[in-house]
């Protein structure tokens, strides 16, 4: 009737068959996640587009106009005048502290629960 070898090579044909089916069934399912997350990308870019565009119609300097006319009363909004505009490099430079670390635990990375502390003034941003 059947050989040894029959009855292997069947059952190395149903697990090729199990095999394939389950690798198809494995792809499917990242297909079809892939295209619900393409799909969510696409939906996130279309949000994106209409907040763009709402952002441009809400910033129109005609509307702005109008509701700084309405409402001056309320917000104390005067105009603003050319001397108020300027250069980055003409803006005053403010005052540098340094505090003192060294007098503090860990060169200062703890707190020092309220010590009082040297500070050192020089020209530029404060930090």
Known sequence: MFRTSDIVLIAAMVAAAAFTYKTKHE???????????????????????????????????SRLQKLSETFQAELNLQPLEARQIVGL???????????????????????????????????????
């Open 27 to 61: 792809a499917e399912d990242r297909q079809t996640a892939l295209r619900k997350i393409e799909q969510q990308i696409r939906f996130e870019e279309d949000t994106i587009d209409l907040l763009k565009a709402d952002w441009s119609l809400l910033t129109q300097p």
């Open 89 to 127: 490099d003409e803006l005053p430079a403010r005052p540098l502290t340094i505090e003192d670390l060294s007098s503090q635990p860990l060169g200062g990375m703890a707190d020092s629960g309220g010590a009082e502390t040297d500070s050192v003034v020089t020209g530029g941003v404060v930090q």
